[in-house]
Every structure is written in C-alpha cells, then in structure tokens.
C-alpha cells in the first residue's frame, strides 16, 4: 500500500513549513529521523536531539519512538506507535504515521 500523492504532499508542506532543514521534497527523505528530531526540539523549544543527530538511525528512531511515546495522550499499550521495522524499510505510510503524529503533538502543546 502506498501514501496517496496528495496527503504525502501536504504533510511535507507542514515539514517544510518548520523551516527546521532543506526543504523535504519526498517522504522517504525523512527515514533518517533528523528532522524529526529537530521538529521535536522545536516543539519542546530544546536542543536535547542535537546529541541524538550524532548517532545512528536506529538511535534516532528510538528517540523518536521513545518521544511519542510519553507524550501521547491515550496510552493504550506499551509498544511504540510506529513500527520501527518498517521505518527501516522506507515505509512511506509508517513514515507519514510518524509525521502525522508529530503535526498532532505539535498543535496540542
């Protein structure tokens, strides 16, 4: 299954928005979770990712997970609300699960 054109479109414009990095021009360019880790600091108003961009990809992932994690609003179980597998794999539809999920914590906090 793969992300409709035009939702993908408009999550990366939400991306570009942040100016948090180059402007994003397709979902995949996200796999590496730099910018979301930067969209993190910046809704924290921190720079605690800045250490976490030095890592790897599956530390960067984590760190993400681990932030949606904690700060969801309904926990209803343990696990991460992304598969980090499939993130790994360039899932387009994981990756744009991810975004979403940052845009929503975005506008609540």
Excluded at 38 to 58: A, C, F, N, W
Excluded at 87 to 105: C, D, N, P, R, W
């Amino acid at each position: 299954m793969t992300l409709h054109a035009t939702r993908g479109a408009a999550l990366l414009s939400w991306v570009n928005s942040l100016h948090v990095a180059d402007p994003v021009e397709a979902v995949l360019q996200l796999q590496d979770c730099s910018i979301f880790i930067k969209i993190i600091d910046r809704i924290h108003g921190t720079e605690e990712g800045q250490q976490i961009l030095k890592q790897p990809v599956s530390e960067r992932l984590d760190f993400v997970c681990s932030f949606l994690q904690k700060n969801r609003k309904h926990p209803s179980s343990p696990e991460c609300l992304v598969s980090a597998q499939k993130v790994l794999e360039g899932s387009e539809l994981e990756l744009a699960k991810m975004t979403m999920l940052l845009l929503y914590h975005s506008t609540m906090s």
